[in-house]
């Protein structure tokens, strides 16, 4: 499979997204007292590190569960709701690439500090999975609404998220295929590698699932979805 060019267009999308999305009401600084909370960090101990210019912990946009991963469940949950009605508007016809996502979050991690770790391997090791991440839970909705616009509960935040992905795609003039997704045998799924970092670790429940939602979303009519060239999953050990 050939090389995909980045797309400076989307990189600079990408680049505003993330950066808006952490300044917008002091997120980043919030979203960094709730991960601390999680983990038993206090509020004050969470904010001291802060303003030393330190981090309390590694960062992330994405609430996950550590047995249930990815589900639809957690798809649901309040704060990845929040992520997905910013990020879907932008990026549901024409989503951004692994290697795109990556170079825009180290990017952002240069100017505002994301991670533990200040080692440049670890780093780069946390925006692949971060951006990954982002990429996984937006295929989650879109392949759902590529099975069925219709939810269980109408006041719901999956009822929510398919409503607003009808709405962009009947703008852009996209034709939502009515056939079932056919998922990859998982004789055909690419082999995890061994985990080297905190966050590829909480991807191990959920990698397979997703990557083969990934793989069908790029199948349906209209969207531009391109999957990174084959061989990236055995170089970087992570989709």
Same mark, same amino acid.
């Not at 703008?171 to 079932?180: H, Q």
């Not at 793989?215 to 999957?227: F, M």
């Given at each position: $499979?050939p090389?995909?060019k980045?797309?400076?267009?989307?990189m600079?999308?990408?680049?505003?997204?993330y950066?808006?999305y952490?300044?917008?009401?002091? %997120?980043? &600084?919030?979203?960094?007292v709730q991960?601390?909370?999680k &983990?038993?960090i206090?509020?004050?101990?969470?904010?001291?590190?802060?303003?030393?210019?330190k981090?309390?912990?590694?960062?992330?946009?994405?609430?996950?569960?550590?047995?249930k991963?990815l589900?639809?469940?957690?798809?649901?949950?309040?704060?990845?709701?929040?992520?997905?009605l910013?990020?879907?508007?932008?990026?549901?016809?024409?989503?951004p !690439?692994?290697?795109?996502?990556?170079?825009?979050l180290?990017?952002?991690?240069?100017?505002q500090?994301m991670?533990?770790?200040?080692d440049? @391997?670890?780093?780069?090791? /946390?925006?692949?999975?971060?951006?990954?991440?982002?990429?996984?839970?937006?295929?989650?909705?879109?392949?759902? %609404?590529?099975?069925?616009e219709?939810?269980?509960?109408q006041?719901?935040? $999956?009822?929510?998220?398919k409503?607003?992905?009808?709405?962009?795609f009947?703008?852009?003039?996209?034709?939502?295929? !009515?056939?079932?997704?056919?998922?990859?045998?998982? @004789?055909? $799924?690419p082999?995890?590698? !061994?985990?080297k970092? !905190?966050?590829?670790?909480?991807?191990?429940?959920c990698? @397979?699932?997703?990557?083969a939602e990934m793989?069908?979303?790029?199948?349906?009519?209209?969207?531009? %979805?391109?999957?990174p060239?084959?061989?990236? %999953?055995?170089?970087?050990g992570? /989709?």
């Open positions: $499979m090389t995909v980045p797309s400076e267009r989307r600079a999308l990408l680049e505003d997204f950066k808006s952490l300044t917008e009401g002091g %997120y980043r &600084e919030k979203r960094f991960l601390g909370a &983990e038993g206090s509020e004050q101990r969470a904010l001291r590190s802060l303003n030393d210019g981090v309390p912990l590694d960062f992330s946009f994405i609430d996950l569960h550590p047995k991963g589900s639809e469940e957690m798809v649901q949950c309040d704060n990845n709701t929040k992520f997905l910013a990020w879907l508007p932008v990026f549901a016809v024409d989503p !690439t692994e290697k795109e996502c990556k170079e825009v180290a990017k952002v991690a240069q100017d500090r991670t533990l770790s200040k440049k @391997e670890d780093i780069g090791d /946390w925006c692949r999975t971060e951006g990954n991440l982002h990429r996984a839970l937006a295929s989650k909705v879109l392949s759902a %609404y590529s099975r069925t219709k939810t269980r509960s006041g719901s935040n $999956m009822h929510k998220l409503k607003l992905v009808s709405l962009i009947k703008d852009a003039g996209v034709v939502k295929r !009515t056939k079932s997704i056919r998922r990859p045998l998982e @004789e055909d $799924m082999k995890p590698a !061994t985990a970092s !905190t966050y590829q670790k909480r991807m191990e429940a990698r @397979e699932k997703n990557l793989v069908a979303l790029s199948k349906i009519p209209g969207i531009n %979805y391109t999957l060239p084959e061989d990236v %999953y055995e170089k970087a992570s /989709w």
